[in-house]
């Protein structure tokens, strides 16, 4: 098999683009979709620094390699690590290891910071506490994680006071987040998106329109070890149970996780919902309502916080 742009031999097929591409031009195709997406998502300036939300696993190994690459040359924009130590026994710590390590290789200051420490409690406590509720029973371990994390970033990236935050979804996750949101009929949620302001560190998805598999290709030709092991809670996710659904579908139809990202993109555009963000009551921190998510989630296993 040869690379349709060189007479290389291919190390990938992208049925999607008809592509067949060599280890250099497979590596460059993956670049320029993650400079393509940052232009299109943010503008920096000189002196900012931009954090990479850094779990130790794959795709953000992979995202914040690729960054350095992009950045490494601009020494006016800084790149930092910002790692969230869930709480996730006989998981976690060996990630939290690996991502210190590769930010220790790319000369990159990471910042730990710890569900136990910030929300006083491990996300393995908090499982075990929803268990008791019956609200909160039937809910995915991921459910409760996503919102603490998403909380515990904007806070910290605030409080370094830095420009952006880039998280690791990649091409899969974010049809998958589209289309677990049709089927619960919730778009609105999709469409609703805070008013810029002080509160919101902006966030941005780099590596959005990258395919999964092509995110763990990237990672083993650059040499970056890491590890595969999957979160033990995410087969108990609604999530869990498209992804089969749209890696099936994406094998018979090639393109389907693309058409499903530029449709919604498509739609959002016209109809983006601006909200300006009002103060939790209870922790402060910037939400759509009267109390955040994470207050109502913590509040309900009896937990206080209060930075
Ligand atoms: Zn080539
Ligand atoms: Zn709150």
Redesign the pocket.
């Known amino acids: 098999m040869q690379c349709s742009k060189c007479r290389r031999d291919a190390v990938v097929q992208q049925r999607y683009s008809g592509l067949r591409l060599c280890e250099t031009h497979f590596l460059e195709d993956v670049e320029r979709k993650v400079k393509r997406r940052l232009r299109k998502e943010i503008k920096l300036r000189s002196g900012n620094t931009l954090a990479v939300a850094l779990s130790g696993g794959k795709d953000s190994s992979v995202l914040l390699y690729v960054l350095c690459g992009i950045f490494g040359r601009r020494r006016d924009i800084n790149i930092v690590a910002i790692t969230v130590d869930e709480g996730i026994a006989g998981y976690r710590p060996k990630y939290v290891r690996q991502a210190k390590k590769l930010a220790d290789e790319l000369s990159v200051d990471l910042f730990l910071f710890s569900f136990k420490a910030v929300f006083g409690a491990t996300l393995d406590e908090i499982v075990r506490a929803a268990g008791l509720d019956d609200e909160l029973r039937d809910k995915a371990p991921c459910t409760f994680c996503g919102v603490l994390r998403k909380?515990l970033l904007n806070r910290v990236g605030r409080e370094l006071g830095v420009a952006a935050i880039a998280t690791a979804h990649n091409l899969d996750d974010e049809a998958q987040t589209i289309l677990m949101n049709y089927i619960r009929g919730d778009i609105a949620r999709l469409l609703r998106a805070p008013a810029r302001s002080e509160k919101f560190v902006p966030r941005v998805k780099p590596l959005r329109d990258v395919p999964e598999e092509e995110v763990a290709l990237y990672g083993m030709l650059r040499g970056l070890k890491v590890e595969f092991e999957e979160c033990p809670y995410k087969r108990l996710s609604f999530r869990f149970k498209i992804l089969s659904w749209l890696n099936d579908f994406e094998r018979r139809h090639p393109g389907t996780r693309y058409s499903i990202l530029r449709g919604f993109e498509r739609l959002v555009q016209d109809e983006r919902r601006h909200f300006e963000p009002k103060s939790?009551?209870?922790?402060?921190?910037p939400?759509a309502g009267n109390?955040?998510q994470?207050?109502r989630l913590l509040s309900k296993i009896n937990i206080n916080?209060a930075p």
Do not use: K, L, V
Not at 280 to 285: D, H, N, P, V, Y
């Open positions: 909380t939790c009551e209870r922790c402060g921190e939400c109390i955040c994470a207050c916080y």
